[in-house]
T-cell receptor
């Protein structure tokens, strides 16, 4: 069965370190998205991609970057982790006008 | 720009009682509207979606929602709550333009079921 996976599921890091969160989908979807979930804010869009080599900034993109070298993967990089980036991160994918499928999430703690 | 407002960050209902979770949207174009559910320590799952077809949308687990353009609302209901419905529920809006699949989420409503 097709699926969307995220790794690691839990991560503890220190302020200033570079961190990369992986997202892999086997749906063959063109569209992939990264959200962060924080209490009182719901889910907020960080970056998204509509296809290979395409990346776009969402509403909370500062301090984050993504790259799309193939259809299946959209890794999210925190260039220099900050305590404000402690959050739960969700990856999602969809076909055009299709239902979004969400990964299980990565819980990140920045100390 | 689109937005959604979920009224009530916490809702408690007794088992067997009606569940009503409120969502109002703002959109400059005809919206696509969604309800997602998140169980503890899990990702989001789609409950139902409105994409300009029938205004009453039926979803999984006995949930349904009605699109009311005049009220800019898309409230989620279930006639009889079960203990397994305890979760967090998110309303979301998309402008539905081809190739523009960004969802804007509400802040969520945590549903508690009282035995």
């Amino acid at each position: 069965d097709a699926e969307i996976t995220q790794s690691p599921r839990h991560k503890i890091t220190e302020t200033g370190r570079q961190v990369t969160l992986a997202c892999h989908q086997t749906w063959n979807h063109n569209n992939m998205f990264w959200y962060r979930q924080d209490l009182g804010h719901g889910l907020r869009l960080i970056h998204y991609s509509y296809g290979v080599q395409d990346t776009n900034k969402g509403e909370v993109s500062d301090g984050y970057s993504v790259s799309r070298s193939n259809t299946e993967d959209l890794p999210l990089t925190l260039e220099s982790a900050a305590s404000s980036q402690t959050s739960v991160y969700f990856c999602a994918s969809s076909a055009d006008r299709g239902v979004k499928y969400f990964g299980p999430g990565t819980r990140l703690l920045v100390l | 720009a689109q937005s959604v407002t979920q009224l009530g960050s916490h809702v408690s209902v007794s088992e067997g009682a009606l569940v009503l979770l409120r969502c109002n949207y703002s959109s400059s174009v005809p919206p696509y509207l969604f309800w997602y559910v998140q169980y503890p320590n899990q990702g989001l799952q789609l409950l139902l979606k409105y994409t300009s077809a029938a205004t009453l949308v039926k979803g999984i687990n006995g949930f349904e929602a009605e699109f009311k353009k005049s009220e800019t609302s898309f409230h989620l209901t279930k006639p009889s709550a079960h203990m397994s419905d305890a979760a967090e529920y998110f309303c979301a809006v998309s402008d539905g333009n081809f190739g523009n699949e960004k969802l804007t989420f509400g802040t969520g409503t945590r549903l508690t079921i009282i035995p």
